[in-house]
Nanobody
Framework: QVHLVESGGGLVQAGGALRLSCAAS????????MGWYRQTPGNQRELVAR???????NYADSVKGRFTISRDNAKNTVNLQMNSLKPEDTAVYYC??????????????WGQGTQVTVSS
């Protein structure tokens, strides 16, 4: 099985910055897409940013120009640099990794979630 461990959440003032990290480990053969999603109470989980194994990226319109996703394929990690944070960015952020496990099986794993709170 594949495990994802997130870190870097916390409390920050509006206009500040945070960097989230996610490390994948376990029975991994290869990783395709790595990304970040967020969720607030009463709302569905939404895509924040994602990156393919080749480096192609997708960002939610609300974070373009402020957030940057990056990954280190050698370390099976993905990061999210969040700058110019706004109160509406407050949410629980979840790391997501899609790939192929050992024995040729596909997997989609989620991190435990990390709280990001932006004060006004």
């Amino acid at each position: 099985q594949v495990h994802l461990v997130e870190s870097g959440g916390g409390l920050v003032q509006a206009g500040g910055a945070l960097r989230l990290s996610c490390a994948a480990s376990g029975s991994i053969s290869s990783i395709g897409t790595m990304g970040w999603y967020r969720q607030t109470p009463g709302n569905q989980r939404e895509l924040v940013a994602r990156m393919s194994s080749g480096g192609s990226t997708n960002y939610a319109d609300s974070v373009k120009g402020r957030f940057t996703i990056s990954r280190d394929n050698a370390k099976n990690t993905v990061n999210l640099q969040m700058n110019s944070l706004k109160p509406e960015d407050t949410a629980v952020y979840y790391c997501n990794v899609i790939g192929t496990a050992t024995w040729g099986r596909y997997f989609a794993s989620w991190g435990q979630g990390t709280q990001v709170t932006v004060s006004s």
